[in-house]
């Protein structure tokens, strides 16, 4: 299995920044498509952002786009997400996921073969 781990979260004022990062055990077929998603509590996971590792292709939910960016280091087998100008309702334990295929034109959740534990992310 592709064994994905995020780090970086903590609290933050508004308006502050954060970059997690999200380490892959291999960045290979089984994680063509690398994504973020969050989840506040008593509400469902949705996605934040995508990035198709082949060429570093990004794509946004409309609620973080212009204020959070994502990127990889292939490197280092990395994703990270770049979250500026945070704001309350952002708060959630934020997930990093892996599928095999393409990204596809939208966030969700289904398709991911391989998530992460989560990192928490608190905006005050």
């Known amino acids: 299995d592709v064994q994905l781990v995020e780090s970086g979260g903590g609290s933050v004022q508004t308006g502050g920044s954060l970059r997690l990062s999200c380490s892959s055990s291999e960045y290979t077929s089984r994680s063509n498509c690398m994504g973020w998603f969050r989840q506040a509590p008593g509400k469902e996971r949705e996605g934040v952002a995508t990035i198709y590792t082949g060429d570093g292709s990004p794509y946004y939910g409309d609620s973080v786009k212009g204020r959070f960016t994502i990127s990889q280091d292939t490197s280092k087998n990395t994703v990270y997400l770049r979250m500026d100008s945070l704001r309350p309702e952002d708060t959630a334990m934020y997930y990093c996921?892996?599928?095999?295929?393409?990204?596809?034109?939208?966030?969700?959740?289904?398709?991911?073969?391989?998530w992460g534990q989560g990192t928490q992310v608190t905006v005050s």
């Open positions: 996921a892996a599928r095999g295929d393409d990204c596809p034109l939208n966030l969700d959740t289904a398709g991911y073969d391989f």
